[in-house]
């Protein structure tokens, strides 16, 4: 077999990624098997029999906050982490956040032969230094809360213990694999380019990358496919004058009438399009407006016998791929364009999150982990519908990574809320699957 770094993505063209696909889409199936120097069985015997390890790592990692805004905190979680990559012989690097307000990401390199795979955690929860919900506790025996527990401190957990039972099997040396927990992810810094670049450099030639996101809690699905999403900011203006003289040709519609004229036309083009949704969340206006944008709030002020003059309204677009972004995009534009009399309207959207499209690539990866979790006897894996799917770290490896899957992590219910649950049996499910998944791609580049 080719080595696959003769195929390493330089460029995102669409060529590139075509051979590029080809190139992984080729080795999951002619490698795609369970080798036999791979003892799979002991790997999972070893995960079994270390599984209390990977739950104190996790009660550890889950009482100490790390909400987003909380540096210290963060960087504390990524430390604890950094010290579990060291120890398994990975080269590890804090990249400092201050560029983009956040506290930083960890990024733990192992090189070797193989082809490179890139694993996607995130040290950072939803839950403030001064929320009421800090702690680990046991609900059962199978079950226990905690704040990130697993959004998605116990997807983290199980990237460290899949890759100490491949080291205890002897696969781990032969495995090119990069480790980004990111110290932002549910708050992420901006701008968006420089909050990414380190994740982004280390997609740089990979062949597959897994995120260990929940997903929607179902240990039977995983994601290959996630919409984007970007918010936008529309503005109308009038021209002011007495109520009685609106729609006098001297006058015109009025600030309005005008936005209400665009929202309805985005409706009426654009909705009941698959996988694209858009929603004005907010809207001000009349004679004068206050908004800010920031806190998502703000005022207004206007007489009933007053022709509007300004207006402002904020929304999210969401698309599955660039393409429907960029379509959807055009339409919007056109229809901001097309002014009722003595009106103007402009629309701004933000940098946005990159979509996950479907990709032959993905799809491929989820067959490998299907493949794996049966051979496991632990049932099959499907794909969840990118509807269900929110925008994710993965995402922004999209147009580099050939192969992507995500959602492989810790399984449970209630996440970002105080009754943030894990299902603690798919702890040491999740850990072989993702495992096996591994030396198996792994397994993918040896001759
Ligand atoms: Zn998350």
Sequence with gaps: MTPLKNYVLRKTTPGVIAVCLVVAADIIRTRAQKLPNVDEAGIAKWIDAHNSEALALLERVVNINSGTDNLAGVRQVGALFKAEFDALGFKTTWIDGAAFGRAGHLVATHSGPGPKILLIGHLDTVFPADSPFQKFERVDANTAKGPGIIDMKGGDVIIVQALKALNAAGVLPSMNIVVVMTGDEEDTGRPLVRARAALSDAATGAAAALGFEDGDGNPSHAVVARRGTTGWILTTTGTPAHSSQIFQPEVGAGAVFEAARILDAFRTKLAGQAHLTFNPGVLLGGTSVDFNKTQARGTAFGKTNV?????????????????????????????????????????????????????????????LYDAVSRSLGLGAVEAVSPDKAGAADVSFVANKVPMIIDAIGLKGHDDHTPGETADLLTLPVQTKRAAITLARLAAGAKK
Excluded at 332 to 356: K, W
């Design 307 to 367: 022709v509007a003059e300004h207006v402002t309204v904020a929304g999210d677009l969401r698309a599955l791929t660039v393409d429907q972004f960029a379509q959807a995009k055009k339409t919007m534009e056109e229809i901001v364009a097309q002014s009722l009399p003595r009106t103007h309207a402009e629309i701004v959207f933000d940098e946005g999150y990159p979509p996950l499209a479907p990709s032959a690539g993905n799809s491929e990866l989820l067959a």
